[in-house]
């Protein structure tokens, strides 16, 4: 069996420093816009095939709780779409397929390898042989590449490039440097989605409970409510978010507010306190004192 080995750079075919850094620049500015992980990982396989001459790429999730890969996109293979669907049956992006400790450990060096073996052996066989050697006739394969996205010691899937001609890739040391690049920003994507969805299922819970709650600012001013607050006061949610709590629970309200502000911050912990209006409504004040947490969580209200 052959080893895979680091890819050799074929220096006469590298872009000038002042077009990688053009090209670097220009790519980390669209990889950022990106809502989408679809989306991102569709664009990485776009640039992937424009630096490596035209090769067909197809991109990769990883998921670690299920063990499995899962195509994300294909580039190059616009004009075979028909024939592949009718060879495998099925898209090629819709495919998933578990994934061995083998092709877990190509994929997790973070750098662009290569093997004169088989897709099916370059993959560690996690991919079903007859797709593998379909896909190879229907693409003309010479040479197959893999690089594995990482950040922070984490795998968030790869890409796999299938070359038509044999001989040094093009860019691959641009083609690492973009991938690594475009790793740190899909760890950020997927971070910015989990702390959303975290956000939101808050959010949830917050609106669940039956009685009227805002979480305060030091300065007494609201910075999320329930739902329960907004049909108490009643006002829109826009006019009460940012506004003194004296200001949102009506007159009378102020001195005591203020008064239980400045007790609760001579103590160290946070603090819950009840303020009975007029109609014997109450609302309950959460004073907060983890202003980087309640900033954070005041941005996603859906």
């Not at 912990?269 to 014997?280: L, S």
Request: net charge positive; with cysteine; hydrophobic share 40%.
């Amino acid at each position: 069996m052959n080893v895979p080995r680091v890819v050799e750079r074929a220096e006469g075919s590298q872009r000038s420093y002042s077009d990688e850094h053009q090209f670097l620049t220009e790519t980390a500015r669209d990889l950022i816009d990106f809502s989408t992980e679809e989306d991102m990982y569709r664009y990485i396989g776009e640039k992937v095939r424009e630096l490596s001459g035209g090769s067909v790429v197809i991109t990769c999730s990883f998921s670690e709780r299920e063990n499995v890969v899962h195509n994300r996109a294909v580039s190059g293979m616009a004009k075979l779409r028909e024939r592949a669907l009718k060879s495998f049956g099925k898209e090629l992006v819709e495919m998933t397929f578990p994934i061995g400790d083998k092709a877990k450990q190509l994929l997790s060096k973070g750098r662009l390898v290569t093997a004169s073996e088989s897709l099916y052996e370059v993959t560690s066989r996690s991919i079903p042989e007859p797709i593998c050697t379909a896909l190879e006739k229907l693409v003309g394969v010479r040479e197959t590449y893999v690089i594995g996205f990482i950040w922070k010691e984490e795998l968030f899937g790869g890409a796999i490039i299938l070359a038509q001609r044999e001989g040094k890739l093009q860019n691959a040391t641009l083609i690492e440097i973009f991938t690594k690049q475009a790793s740190s920003l899909l760890y950020a994507l997927q971070a910015k989605q989990a702390l959303v969805s975290s956000a939101r299922q808050w959010q949830s819970t917050f609106d669940a409970i039956g009685d009227p709650i805002s979480l305060l600012d030091t300065k007494g001013r609201v910075l999320r409510c329930n739902k329960a607050m907004v049909n108490l006061v009643p006002k829109p949610f826009k006019d009460i978010i940012g506004e003194p709590c004296w200001e949102v629970l009506g007159a009378g309200s102020e001195p005591v507010l203020r008064d239980l502000l400045l007790r609760v911050q001579k103590r160290p912990r946070r603090k819950t306190a009840f303020w009975k209006q007029t109609d014997n409504a109450s609302a309950l004040l959460w004073i907060q004192y983890e202003m980087r947490l309640a900033n954070t969580l005041a941005q996603f209200r859906s």
